[in-house]
C-alpha cells in the first residue's frame, strides 16, 4: 500500500475541523474543473473546424499533386508510369497560369485552369455546383466552370449568351507597341457552371477550362503545370505518396491534401495552441486555490504531522503527503471537468446547442465538434503538471518548517 497516498485520499475526503477548509477544497477542485471543461470543448470545437475545412478541400483537392520545384511547367513524361501503379486509380494532367477575363464592361484578373474532359473523376467536384453543370467543352464550342465570387465580380450567369473572353501575353514574339492589343493571345468560352469550396482562392478566382483551351491561349503543346492523382480506396496515402516521390527524384513535390495547403493548416494549428495556452494559463490560475487549500490544511493538521512524526514518519514522507494530497485534487477536477466537457461536447455534437448565427449564413448552423483522444490526454497531463506544481510550494513549506 502506498502509505502517503492512503493519507493524502483520507485527508482529502474527510470532514475538517474547520468548515472553510473544505469549502476552499472545494473551490479548488469546481475551479479545476471548469478550466478543464474549457479545455475539452474550446480544442474540441478547434478540431471541428478543422474537419469542416478538410472536408471543403477535399472536394476540390487532388489526394495526391506533383509539381515541378524549379521550374513552372514541365513535360509530363512519367503519366504513364503513374497511371499503372496498382494504387492509382487516375491521374489528370492540369495547366493553370494567370489571365485576364472579360465580360462585356467587366474585367479582373483570373486563375485559369486547363483540365481534360473527365477531371471530375479526380475529386468531388460534381458535388459543389451550385449552378448549372460541369462541363467544359460542347461539341466545337469550348465551355468554363467558375467560383461563386469569380461569377459574382463579373456579372455573369449560366448560359448567358454572351461569351466570357480570355485575354493572356504571348509567350514568343515581340510587342508592337502600334498595335498592343497583338501581344495578347484571346479566347472564348461559355459559362456553364457555378461552383462553390467556401473557400475564397478558389471561389473568387479560379476559373476551370479545357486542357484544349488552356494550350491555346498560353501558347504550349504538351506542358502541364501539375498532375493530380487519385489512389484507390483503402490504400496507405503515405506510401504511395513516397514512393512516387522515390520514382520522381528531388525536381519534383509529391503533395498530399495537407501538404497543398500547409499554410492554411499551418495557421489553424497555432490558432489552437494559442488558445490552449492562454486557456492553461487561466487554468494555472484556479489551480493556485490549491496553494490556499494545503496552506489551510496543514494548520488543521498539525497535531497529526507531531503525531507521525513521532511514530516515526520521515520528513520527505509527510512532504509526500502533502504534494499528493494538493495533486489529487487536480486531480478530481480534471476528472470533473473531462466528464463534463464530454458531456458538453457530446451535447453539442446531438442537438447543436451554440449555434454560429443566423440558420444558413454560414456552412454549418451550431459550432462544429470533434473530440480527439489526443487532446484529452493533453489536457490530462497539463492539469496534472500544473496540480504539481501548486502543491509543490506549500509542501516544500512543512518539510522546511519542521527541519
Not at 504513364?80 to 493553370?96: G, R
Not at 451535447?347 to 443566423?358: A, H, K, Y
Request: aromatic share 12%; with cysteine.
Amino acid at each position: 500500500m502506498n502509505l502517503p497516498l492512503y493519507i493524502a485520499g483520507r485527508y482529502l475526503f474527510s470532514k475538517k475541523s474547520h468548515h472553510a477548509i473544505n469549502i476552499v477544497s472545494l473551490i479548488s477542485v469546481c475551479g479545476v474543473a471548469v478550466g478543464t471543461m474549457a479545455l475539452v470543448c474550446v480544442l474540441s470545437v478547434f478540431n471541428g473546424f478543422q474537419g469542416i475545412v478538410e472536408g471543403l478541400f477535399g472536394n476540390f483537392d487532388p489526394q495526391l499533386k506533383i509539381t515541378a520545384k524549379q521550374v513552372k511547367v514541365f513535360d509530363p513524361v512519367f503519366v504513364s508510369k503513374i497511371s499503372e501503379m496498382p494504387d492509382v486509380e487516375y491521374c489528370s494532367e492540369v495547366l493553370e497560369e494567370n489571365a485576364l477575363l472579360v465580360f462585356r464592361d467587366k474585367q479582373t484578373p483570373v486563375v485559369v485552369k486547363g483540365v481534360p474532359d473527365d477531371y471530375a473523376k479526380i475529386n468531388h467536384i460534381s458535388d459543389i455546383i451550385l449552378d448549372g453543370d460541369f462541363k467544359i467543352k460542347e461539341g466545337s464550342f469550348d465551355m468554363a466552370v467558375g467560383g461563386i465570387g469569380l461569377v459574382r465580380t463579373i456579372g455573369c450567369g449560366v448560359h448567358y449568351v454572351d461569351p466570357l473572353q480570355l485575354y493572356a501575353p504571348k509567350r514568343n514574339g515581340n510587342v508592337n507597341m502600334l498595335r498592343p492589343d497583338d501581344a495578347f493571345k484571346r479566347e472564348i468560352a461559355f459559362l456553364t457552371g457555378i461552383f462553390m469550396v467556401q473557400q475564397e482562392k478558389y471561389d473568387n478566382n479560379l476559373l476551370i477550362v479545357s486542357m484544349s483551351l488552356a494550350r491555346r491561349l498560353f501558347d504550349y503543346e504538351k506542358e502541364v503545370s501539375a498532375v493530380e492523382i487519385k489512389l484507390k480506396d483503402g490504400v496507405n496515402e503515405k506510401k504511395v505518396q513516397e514512393s512516387i516521390s522515390e520514382m520522381l527524384g528531388d525536381d519534383f513535390s509529391v503533395l498530399n491534401r495537407y501538404e497543398q495547403q500547409e499554410d492554411f493548416f499551418r495557421m489553424m494549428e497555432i490558432e489552437k495552441w494559442i488558445t490552449y495556452l492562454i486557456l492553461s494559463f487561466i487554468l494555472l490560475i484556479a489551480v493556485f486555490n490549491i496553494i490556499g487549500s494545503l496552506s489551510m490544511l496543514m494548520i488543521d493538521k498539525k497535531e497529526d504531522i507531531k503525531i507521525l512524526e513521532n511514530m516515526g514518519a520521515s520528513q520527505k514522507l509527510i512532504f509526500r503527503i502533502f504534494l499528493l494530497e494538493g495533486w489529487l485534487i487536480s486531480f478530481v477536477g480534471v476528472i470533473f471537468g473531462v466528464i463534463f466537457g464530454l458531456i458538453l461536447c457530446w451535447l453539442q455534437m446531438q442537438f447543436g446547442l451554440v449555434s454560429l448565427g443566423t440558420e444558413g449564413s454560414f456552412i454549418v448552423d451550431a459550432y462544429p465538434v470533434k473530440v480527439q483522444f489526443l487532446d484529452i490526454i493533453l489536457v490530462f497531463a497539463t492539469v496534472g503538471i500544473l496540480g504539481l506544481l501548486a502543491s509543490f510550494y506549500p509542501a516544500k513549506q512543512v518539510y522546511k518548517r519542521n527541519n
